[in-house]
């Protein structure tokens, strides 16, 4: 990601002017103009705090936080907790009491991406409006935040379906709950996918174990929308995309660790993971066993 997008610009503003603090591991996902961060130190603040060009989805961590936001006539009050959820949409700038620090998480979401998105799952037409949030309880919007941050927190392991999947359903979730929107229609095809398209799916996907898949690429292979498809692919598969595909990359590589004259990094990238971590990672919460240790165990 270029360091003049909106995202990385709206980064560095929150590092000087409101953190006053090195900004933590990140995850950029520049296809999807979004900046997702591990959890960062929000201190006490008393004072305005300028407007940012992009929307600041956030969700708190530790103790409890009281804090008041005012911007114009609007004044909102709040705690923040686990489980709560912020929503400071794209040009409201204002004063904010903050008593005590705590550590909060974000999402920088564009609001063309945003937009992109209503555009396509809303039968409703117009433009689509935030609402501001602050401490408000939203156990489901905090997980999906917590989701993301825990990708964030480790960008060897950035998986690229996941990461994709999840943004989805956070607009998703942010249309339906905090938007002017009120309610998006539920999402239409409500079917799932017929079985030649599962079957062109997923040959795609067995292919291409080795490289970095996206939802546009595939929902691009039957013609249907990102969202659309991941739902359509669930409904018919019982799996998301990412755990379809996760699958694959687990089993291909069970069959080549009983190949003893391949190593372990190189079954990783055959497999389309990047890193050892990453591959032991994923090998070690699929199987319950290291890449290495599963090895050995065929061998006794």
């Known amino acids: 990601m270029s360091p003049a ?102 999402v920088l979401l564009s609001d063309a991406r945003l937009q992109a998105f209503a555009e396509q799952n809303s039968a409703r037409g117009g433009r689509v409006e935030l609402l501001p949030r602050i401490g408000e309880p939203d156990p489901v919007g905090a997980h999906v935040l917590r989701a993301l941050s825990r990708q964030a927190a480790h960008p060897d392991r950035v998986a690229g379906l996941f990461i994709e999947q999840t943004l989805d359903l956070l607009c998703g979730h942010l249309l339906r709950v905090h938007s002017s929107l009120g309610r998006v229609p539920p999402p239409v095809p409500r079917r799932g996918l017929l079985p030649w398209q599962v079957r062109r799916v997923t040959a795609y996907m067995r292919d291409r174990l ?28 019982g799996q998301t995309p990412h755990e379809w595909l996760s699958q694959r990359r687990i089993e291909r590589a069970r069959e080549l660790l009983g190949n003893p004259s391949l190593r372990v990094t190189d079954i990783a990238l055959t497999v389309g993971y990047n890193t050892h971590s990453a591959f032991s990672a994923s090998f070690r919460r699929a199987t319950g066993l290291t890449p290495s240790d599963f090895r050995r165990s065929l061998k006794s």
């Open 210 to 237: 080795d490289q970095e898949i996206g939802l546009n690429e595939l929902a691009g292979l039957l013609g249907l929308s990102r969202f659309h498809f991941c739902t359509a692919f669930r409904l018919a598969t």
């Open 5 to 106: 997008t909106p995202q990385r610009k709206a980064l560095s503003v929150i590092s000087v002017d409101v953190i006053s603090g090195p900004p933590p591991a990140i995850a950029e996902i520049d296809s999807h103009e979004t900046l997702v961060t591990a959890p960062w130190l929000h201190p006490e603040i008393h004072d305005d705090l300028p407007e940012l060009s992009v929307h600041v989805i956030g969700t708190y961590y530790g103790a409890p936080s009281p804090r008041v936001w005012r911007h114009g006539r609007m004044r909102l009050e709040g705690v923040g907790r686990p489980g709560a959820f912020a929503v400071v949409p794209a040009h409201h700038g204002g004063r904010w009491d903050i008593e005590r620090p705590a550590p909060l998480s974000y």
